[in-house]
């Protein structure tokens, strides 16, 4: 079963406009970790965010704040004020605590086109 | 502070051929991981050292390739013979430690290898 699940393979957005990247997760862990990172054409991932099954706010930074929702199981990510520099891939990950495997586990991506 | 190193960028080589990845994590992580990412896709774990022990090597072929971490420090991944799905975006990550949710991973640029 996919356990990160990106529906938006590809977004244009116009420069300035605020925009929302989806991620809905699967998960049986109580603690676990979501984050996302940015991939731009060069190939490095740029971690962006992160957000703990146990934090009561929603995570922020800078431009970038991560929306919530654990019931619904959903951790969407908004940009605010979109720039030209932002278009690139977006990965949503999880890491579950619990077991002994720690690594993330990925979404299949989703390619953000900014357009001034 | 110097970001994960990882060498060489880019390798083409025919299948059945062998070829080997270095990575060299951020100073003083603990925790290192090798990623496969295929066109298209998000990154899958391959294996994750702890130290220089493995943690978790689920994913990795291990008919094919291998991996390790002496003195706990650089890695090496090394795929030996090499087969045309082996395509694909090598990514090394590391992280301070394992033990905790939050921990983020920091990529390297990734070997971008071409198997004929």
């Known amino acids: 079963a996919q356990k990160i699940t990106q529906t938006q393979p590809g977004m244009f957005v116009q420069e300035k406009e605020a925009v929302t990247l989806d991620c809905t997760y699967d998960?049986?862990?109580?603690?676990?970790?979501l984050f996302w990172y940015k991939q731009p054409s060069s190939g490095e991932m740029i971690f962006l965010i992160y957000?703990?099954?146990?934090?009561?706010q929603n995570a922020t930074e800078g431009r970038y704040s991560l929306n919530f929702q654990k019931a619904r199981k959903s951790a969407n990510l908004v940009i605010s004020a979109s720039q030209l520099g932002d278009s690139a891939m977006y990965f949503c990950?999880?890491?579950?605590?619990?077991?002994?495997?720690?690594?993330?586990?990925f979404g299949k991506g989703t390619h953000l086109i900014i357009q001034p | 502070e110097a970001g994960v190193a990882q060498s060489p960028r880019y390798k083409i080589i025919e299948k059945r051929q062998s070829v080997a990845f270095w990575c060299n994590p951020i100073?003083?992580?603990?925790?290192l991981y090798w990623y496969q990412q295929i066109l298209g896709q998000g990154p899958k774990l391959l294996i994750q050292?702890?130290?220089?022990?493995?943690?978790?090597d689920s994913q990795l072929p291990k008919d094919r390739f291998s991996a390790e971490r002496l003195k706990g420090v650089d890695s090496t991944l090394k795929i030996q013979p090499a087969k045309l799905e082996d395509s694909a975006v090598y990514l090394c990550?590391?992280?301070?430690?394992?033990?905790?949710?939050?921990?983020?991973?920091?990529f390297g640029p990734g070997t971008r290898l071409l198997v004929l």
């Open positions: 100073s003083g992580h603990a925790t």
């Open positions: 050292f702890q130290n220089n022990g493995v943690v978790d």
């Open positions: 957000q703990g099954s146990y934090d009561q």
């Open positions: 998960t049986s862990d109580p603690s676990y970790g």
């Open positions: 990950a999880m890491r579950e605590v619990g077991g002994g495997a720690d690594g993330l586990t």
């Open positions: 990550a590391s992280s301070l430690r394992r033990t905790a949710g939050y921990e983020t991973q920091y």
